[in-house]
């Protein structure tokens, strides 16, 4: 007797779909750092010998950024705010211990005299909004 499931894909397609989850050079990552290189900012990324390995980091700013996907990270917008009513417990889970990791990443940063900052995915979908934000952070 095979398991009963809700997931409307094969155990063959899911595990592709989730292949495709990308860690790092994201699309909302690389449209913080196209913003960021029209600024003319130098950056470094994903720098292993920090705390959280920050998405970008400006040594000479001593500034880190995270791009955070807002259902990964839970913030509190309606995207971030979604629960998936699949297996329910194991996201929320799942999200609970991405929110306490980065809030570590965070606080170790800080300790170390960085400006940390987060940048949301739902952030950018108003460009002109990001770049007065990015021109904050680096003025």
């Known amino acids: 007797m095979t398991p009963r499931t809700t997931d409307v ?5 899911r595990s ?20 960021l290189t029209a600024f003319g900012a130098r950056y470094r990324l994903h720098r292993k010998d920090l705390p959280g390995k920050p998405d970008i980091v400006m040594p000479g700013r001593r500034l880190a950024l995270f791009v955070h996907g807002c259902f990964w990270h839970g913030h509190d917008c309606p995207r971030g705010a979604r629960v998936p009513k699949a297996n329910r417990d194991y996201w929320v889970g799942k999200v609970a211990r991405n929110r306490a990791r ?19 995915e739902c952030e950018l979908k108003d460009a002109a909004a990001l770049r007065e934000r990015l021109a904050r952070m680096l003025g």
């Not at 894909?9 to 397609?13: C, D, I, T, V």
């Not at 592709?16 to 913003?35: F, H, N, S, W």
């Open 16 to 35: 592709a779909v989730m292949r495709r989850v990308k860690g790092r050079d994201t699309g909302p990552e690389l449209a913080v750092r196209r913003a």
């Open 9 to 13: 894909y094969s155990a063959e397609k």
């Open 102 to 120: 980065d809030a570590t990443s965070r606080a170790a940063l800080e300790a170390l005299g960085w400006r940390v900052e987060t940048i949301w």
